[in-house]
Structures are given as C-alpha cells and as structure tokens.
C-alpha cells in the first residue's frame, strides 16, 4: 500500500497520472500500459541499436570489437531480436552485490524473464554439456569464462519466444567490453542498465554467508536473511565459490572490467546503493526503472 502511494506520487511527478491512475502494479493492465510506454518511448525516443555506421552500413558498434566479433552473430539475428516491446534490464555490479535477490522482486514486479548467466552456467556444469565441461575450471577458480562461450548461449536465449514477448532481465551478462559490442551488434536494445554499489569490504561477508535453497532457488544469507524454517535450512547448499579466497579474483575480475562495461550504457544507466535493506534496494530501482520508462 505504502509502496503505490509512492509510485503513484513519482508517476504524477513525471507526468503519468493517467497512467498511474488506470492500473494496480501486477495487474494485466499495468503490463499492458507498460509495455505501451515502452513502444512509446522507443518510438520517441529511437532505437540506439538502429544508429547504423554509415561507413560499414552495420549496427554501430565500437572499433575495436568490430572484426572480432562480427563473426560469432549471424545477420538475421538483428530482425529477431528487434520486434519486443517487454522491459529489457540489464542488472550489474559486483559478486554478491544482491544481483540474484532483487531480480526475484523485479521479474514478479515487470513479468520479465530472468536470465543470470551465472545459473545458466551452473546447470550447464551440472548436466555436462559442452558449455558446461568448458566453463567449469573457469567458474571454479573465479574467473570469467571466455567471451565466445558465453556470448552465443545468451544471444540464442534472447531470441526464444518468452524473451520476445515478455522482455528480460539479464543478470551477470555484459560482464566485459566485448560482450557489450556483442549485445549491440546482436540488434539487442536495451531500456535501463541498473548497477548496484557495495563497496568490497561488504561483499566478503555477503560471499560466505549466502546459502541457496535447490528446491526454490530463494537466496539466503545465515546473518542478513537467514531460512524462515528448519526444514528450508537443512536442504540449503553453499556455491563451490563462495569461498574467501576465490571472491578475491572474482572482484578483481570485475575491477578489470567494471568501468569498459558501464561506458557502453551510460546514456540509460542507473546507480543504485546496494548496500540498503534488500527491500529498500528494490524500492528504489523500481522508482527509477519507471522514472526512466516513463520520462
Ligand atoms: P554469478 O553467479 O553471476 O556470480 P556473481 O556475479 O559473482 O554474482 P553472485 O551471484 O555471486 O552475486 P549476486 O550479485 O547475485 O548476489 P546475491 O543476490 O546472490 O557468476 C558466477 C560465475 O559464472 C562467474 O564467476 C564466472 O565464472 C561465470 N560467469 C557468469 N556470467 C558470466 C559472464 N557474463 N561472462 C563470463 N563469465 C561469467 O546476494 C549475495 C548474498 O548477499 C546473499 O546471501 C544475499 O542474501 C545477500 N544480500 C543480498 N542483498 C543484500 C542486502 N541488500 N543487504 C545484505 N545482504 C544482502
Ligand atoms: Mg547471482
């Protein structure tokens, strides 16, 4: 209740009380009011994907990924991947930064579908297909799996049919410059890139505390949002780099490639301060996801 009044006061700050008069949030005609603000804005606004260089006639991407990238995307995925008028959120930040907890609270609250690489990495090792067998040294050690293995399963996911019409949140993906240029010259357009801030020292202690239910996949933390029964405790499993050694070279991964990354969205980006209430976080990334939407 308290969280709609506010929306409804945001939305009337930004000009859309009509809309916000018209629907509940979660309802059908909220998606369907959305989704035509989304269009709306999209018309209005351009599709920065549709910049086109004029000198190669190609979706703008920057040079130095252009030869080694145009490659792994065939020229019929840019039509695909263009005709959707779902959200499309990018979420970043670093290991442990509650990227997997709010997107629990976004994809119910937009109808998203949530895609974190990091998941769909796991399940490929833990089903050992090629994916899987290729990635697993990488993820066990703390690094970042090659561009070009990763690259290929997101884009082929992001031309499914539920990703077309509902839009996505894609959570641990572009985690370098180059598959940003991938996501670009894929044709893949994309509404807000939401960064969560946590400064290091927090996210050790996020890292080793974080358990996962298997059944649900709910994310806990012993300390910060432990299990709510003991028949949920007893079931929860620890990720094989949730360790204090291996969050090392995870964040200096991502200290290697933070800034490249954000520089390819920062015209849509929105930084939000991770370290708050998990509930306050999602607040305020939905006021400004809307603020954005609707501006
Ligand atoms: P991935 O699974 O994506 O790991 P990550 O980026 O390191 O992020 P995490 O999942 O660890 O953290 P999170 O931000 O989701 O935080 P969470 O919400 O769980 O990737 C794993 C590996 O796969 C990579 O290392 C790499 O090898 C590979 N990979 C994946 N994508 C790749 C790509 N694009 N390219 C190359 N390689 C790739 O929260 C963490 C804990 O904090 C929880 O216990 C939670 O309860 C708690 N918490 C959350 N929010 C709060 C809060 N506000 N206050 C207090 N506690 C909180
Ligand atoms: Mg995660």
Redesign the pocket.
């Known amino acids: 209740m308290k969280n709609s009044i506010l929306l409804l006061l945001v939305l009337e700050l930004f000009g859309c009380l009509t809309l916000a008069s018209t629907f509940t949030p979660h309802s059908k005609s909220y998606f369907a009011q959305l989704s035509l603000r989304v269009k709306e804005r999209r018309d209005k606004k351009g599709d920065p994907c549709k910049k086109i260089d004029q000198r190669t006639n190609t979706p703008f991407i920057s040079k130095s990924n252009h030869m080694t990238l145009s490659s792994k995307v065939r020229s019929t995925d840019s039509k695909q991947l263009e005709d959707k008028s779902g959200l499309r959120i990018i979420i970043s930040?670093?290991?442990?930064?509650?990227?997997?907890?709010?997107?629990e609270m976004i994809k119910e609250k937009y109808d998203v579908v949530h895609l974190?690489?990091?998941?769909m990495?796991?399940a490929a090792v833990a089903a050992r297909t090629d994916v899987g067998i290729q990635?697993k040294d990488?993820?066990d050690s703390?690094?970042?799996?090659?561009?070009d293995?990763?690259i290929g399963i997101?884009r082929d996911r992001l031309n499914e049919d539920d990703c077309k019409q509902k839009g996505w949140l894609l959570?641990?993906?572009?985690?370098?410059a180059a598959?940003a240029d991938a996501l670009a010259e894929a044709g893949v357009c994309v509404d807000c890139f939401i960064f969560?801030n946590?400064a290091d020292e927090?996210l050790v202690d996020?890292?080793v505390?974080?358990?996962?239910d298997p059944l649900t996949g709910k994310?806990?933390?012993?300390t910060?949002?432990p299990p709510e029964d003991e028949d949920i405790t007893a079931r929860l499993t620890q990720?094989s780099?949730?360790t204090e050694e291996k969050?090392k070279v995870?964040l200096a991964?991502?200290h290697a490639n933070v800034d490249a990354v954000k520089g390819k969205y920062s015209d849509i980006a929105i930084d939000i301060d991770?370290?708050?209430?998990?509930t306050?976080?999602t607040s305020a990334i939905s006021l400004a996801i809307e603020a954005q939407v609707f501006s």
């Open positions: 930040g670093a290991p442990a930064s509650g990227k997997g907890t709010q997107c974190s690489t990091g998941d990495l796991r990635a990488y993820m703390g690094n970042l799996v090659p561009d293995v990763i997101v959570d641990g993906f572009p985690r370098t598959q969560l946590v927090a996020r890292v505390g974080r358990r996962t994310i806990y933390h012993m910060y949002s990720r780099d949730d969050v995870r991964q991502f991770g370290s708050a209430k998990p306050d976080v």
